[in-house]
């Protein structure tokens, strides 16, 4: 059976909430502080959420205001992970190696971390920001903390680029064994039991937290708020099945386990960003042995469980970023977007979050021509790469977002972006957080030079 849970209420000075702030601890790793905070009743194990028949948007979504596009002038966002403080880090590692750590003090530094990040973002000019994935320790492995059915631990097997050059991979292994991380290639949980959303009261805090972020930072927010969820294909994929006879029924229960998720964040006003990687990436890892058919039947699963999972959620609050995997590698095993693309377009959401930035892909934002747009769709293409250290010239930024432009024909229906997050396990990332923040300022310059191109405004 999966992990048994305890659900803690962890006091604030300034909570609104008399009860203060909940979070689900795994009965082995409470601090011993944090017991006076239990309740009585959140002794037991937690009970699964029931699913919610209705969902009650705020005025924005049903007063059909839509995804923000171009308008007046280039849009700026990104893809979701943003540099952790390393005491924040260092506790997600902690904790990720099995070590007892202290709960309250990464729920406290989660939300200092919101507050800070997102004020970072609307100083470099994002337009379309987020809450940095601060009180995450990575991109999916924190499911295991909201949802039943996790345990044990496994390998994940190497990414074929990385195992075609020996050199390179012993490189790696160095430079990742240097500094505290949380992996999401190793030690990652497995499925061992039933996969359900354990309580809702932990996704709904984390969208109140980033809230208040931003009432914090008055009227010099977000043109739009977005959070990020994962794709129940990579978790598919990357937290193994042991429990589910087959790869459909496990898809099926993580599809309806992350609803909860998707439902809460657009419940809170945000746009839900799908953060879809196994779309692209799992060609060369859990498929890199088998026939391309294969793995687009995998990908045209995974986007029916997520047009499953969004059934109540109106598509242009929903965006989806696919990748190759957000690693500094060869990278000459990725499946070439062209043959991938029909899969990822059968997705019923508002936009495409996809890469044009990196070495590898930079050529294939031609595609995007054969991305369905009768819906109004976006594309936030990827202008700035996240696995370098070069700061990219505003004039660059400018030719990568003209040349998008060009290919849809409609300048409006394109944001700048990133190619994918900057720390989306934490600790990972290969940029420091000072030339992070220079490098979302240049885009926001290559931005403003590619509107005026274009003639908006
Ligand atoms: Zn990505």
Redesign the pocket.
């Known amino acids: 059976m999966g992990q048994a849970y305890f659900l803690i209420y962890v006091k604030f000075s300034d909570s609104a909430d008399p009860r203060g702030v909940p979070v689900l601890v795994p009965c082995s790793s409470t601090s011993p502080h944090s017991n006076r905070h239990i309740r009585p009743a959140a002794s037991r194990r937690y009970r699964a959420v029931r699913a919610s028949p209705k969902i009650h948007y705020p005025d924005n979504v049903h007063g059909g205001e839509p995804m923000l596009k171009s308008a007046k002038r280039i849009l700026t966002t990104h893809?979701g992970s943003l540099p952790r403080p390393p005491a924040l880090t260092a506790l997600y590692a902690s904790r990720a190696a099995g070590e007892t750590v202290d709960e309250e003090a990464i729920v406290t530094a989660g939300r200092e971390a919101t507050y800070d990040v997102v004020a970072k973002q609307i100083e470099a000019a994002i337009d379309v920001g987020n809450n940095g994935e601060q009180q995450r320790e990575a991109f999916f492995l924190y499911v295991r903390h909201r949802m039943s059915g996790f345990g044990g631990a496994w390998h994940r097997r190497p990414f074929a680029d990385v195992a075609k050059y020996p050199g390179f991979r012993a490189w790696g292994d160095v430079v990742d064994s240097g500094r505290p991380s949380v992996s999401n290639r190793d030690g990652v949980p497995k499925a061992i039991g039933a996969v359900k959303y354990l309580d809702d009261v932990l996704v709904h805090d984390e969208c109140r937290t980033f809230r208040k972020a931003l009432d914090a930072c008055g009227d010099a927010g977000f043109a739009e708020p977005f959070m990020t969820a994962p794709s129940p294909g990579i978790i598919a994929a990357a937290m193994l099945n042991e429990f589910y006879d087959t790869e459909d029924a496990y898809l099926a229960a993580l599809g309806e386990a992350l609803r909860v998720e998707y439902e809460a964040i657009v419940s809170h006003g945000f746009l839900l960003q799908i953060?879809a990687?196994d779309l692209a990436l799992e060609r060369h890892v859990s498929y890199q042995d088998r026939p391309i058919g294969d793995f687009i039947d995998f990908a045209e699963r995974v986007v029916a469980t997520i047009n499953h999972a969004l059934r109540n959620i109106p598509r242009d609050r929903v965006r989806l970023?696919a990748?190759w995997?957000?690693y500094e590698a060869p990278h000459d095993c990725d499946v070439d977007l062209a043959e991938i693309l029909p899969a990822i377009a059968q997705a019923k959401v508002g936009a495409w979050v996809l890469?044009f930035a990196n070495p590898r892909h930079a050529h294939e934002y031609r595609c995007v021509a054969n991305l369905p747009m009768d819906n109004g769709q976006l594309v936030v293409a990827g202008v700035i790469d996240p696995l370098t250290s070069f700061v990219e010239h505003p004039e660059v930024v400018a030719d990568r977002i003209e040349r998008v432009a060009q290919v849809i024909g409609d300048p409006t229906r394109v944001l700048a972006g990133t190619?994918?997050?900057f720390d989306?396990s934490a600790g990972r990332g290969r940029v420091s957080p000072d030339v992070v923040w220079a490098k979302l300022a240049a885009m926001a310059e290559g931005a403003k030079i590619a509107s005026k191109r274009l003639g908006l405004g």
């Open positions: 893809t953060d990687p970023h990748c995997g957000n890469p190619d994918c997050g989306t």
